[in-house]
């Protein structure tokens, strides 16, 4: 009698989790993460709060490089990871530091943009410095321009948080109206990401570009649209004069412009996964997947939201 070796038993696959379920998942993570994030603005305690979100700036920057530069190499490009990311928390500690007073020269947003400027030209230069010190990669350019884009991509757009966070409002503005407009652009932001999956899921029939992201539809994109929109006019009406020159034309405005800008930006980390052949950028949060997916909506919407607040809001 022989023994035959006994066929090893294939894993069961996972269950496909319904739609309602993914949506209850990564509704609670959101409100998990921002809750921290929100509270330890409105702790009451200065330097707790600057504390807490300069870490909480550094870890997403830091968590955001590393799964951008694991989709470089899933994708088969080379790229420095660990020179990109030390640079990046460089970078944004740099701007917390100016922004903060730390270095005693933050009169003006332009200080801050100015030594932004002068890091990314170090940068470039040190990618080249990089480079040269590489003996055995042939691909310089694919390599520091990969580089160069993450940084760029995660650190350089979350520190205009920093800048709305530490913005120098007119006199007669709240001491806190900063953290106002923190808490402002992120509903607005996240509200357009609820009002696109709902919508979509429900009535989404017609895809928007199902080669980058098949589960987007033009039904989802107006959901977005008109919910990021209601919350904007809602939150802007109960916050009153804590949103420093605020009123119903500007919050219709930043209402359509931040839920178009949020699609957008979901649309843009879509293609990175998409060419990297990978469903999420990471598994830290259920429901939603890892610190880009998290991000996505909100990092192009920093900058948007922090020049019409310096140049509409403000002038």
């Known amino acids: 009698m022989t023994n035959e070796p006994t066929p090893p038993v294939a894993p069961a696959p996972s269950p496909t989790l319904s739609k309602g379920k993914v949506f209850l998942r990564r509704l609670a993570s959101s409100l998990v993460l921002w809750t921290v994030v929100v509270g330890a603005l409105f702790s009451g305690n200065k330097l707790l709060s600057d504390v807490v979100f300069i870490l909480i700036m550094l870890l997403l920057a830091a ?64 990618l080249c410095i990089r480079q040269f010190m590489a003996k055995d990669n042939p691909h310089g350019i694919v390599a520091m321009a990969t580089t160069l884009l993450g940084l760029m991509y995660v650190p350089w757009l979350l520190n205009f948080i920093q800048k709305i966070e530490f913005f120098r409002f007119p006199v007669g503005a709240a001491a806190d109206a900063g953290t106002f407009y923190v808490l402002y652009f992120i509903l607005v932001t996240k509200f357009s990401d609820v009002g696109a999956y709902c919508t979509g899921s429900l009535i989404g029939r017609h895809k928007m570009i199902p080669r980058i992201s098949p589960g987007k539809t033009w039904e989802g994109f107006g959901g977005a649209v008109v919910i990021s929109t209601a919350a904007s006019v809602t939150f802007a009406h109960f916050a009153g004069a804590k949103l420093h020159g605020m009123n119903l034309t500007h919050a219709l ?43 996505d909506s909100l990092l192009f919407n920093a900058p948007l939201m922090y020049l019409y607040l310096r140049h509409v809001l403000t002038r």
Not at 265 to 288: H, N, Q, T
């Open 253 to 295: 405005i930043l209402g359509v412009v931040l839920s178009v800008s949020a699609v957008i930006g979901d649309l843009i980390e879509s293609l990175f996964k998409r060419e990297a052949g990978v469903k999420d950028s990471g598994g830290y949060f259920p429901g939603i997947g890892g610190i880009l997916d998290l991000l």
């Open 63 to 126: 968590s955001g490089m590393f799964e951008f530069y694991g989709l470089v190499r899933a994708r088969g490009l080379v790229c420095f990871r660990k020179f990109g990311m030390a640079a990046g928390l460089l970078m944004v500690a740099g701007t917390f530091l100016h922004c903060t007073g730390q270095l005693g020269i933050h009169d003006s947003p332009a200080r801050v943009n100015d030594f932004e400027t002068i890091f990314l030209i170090l940068f470039v230069l040190g």
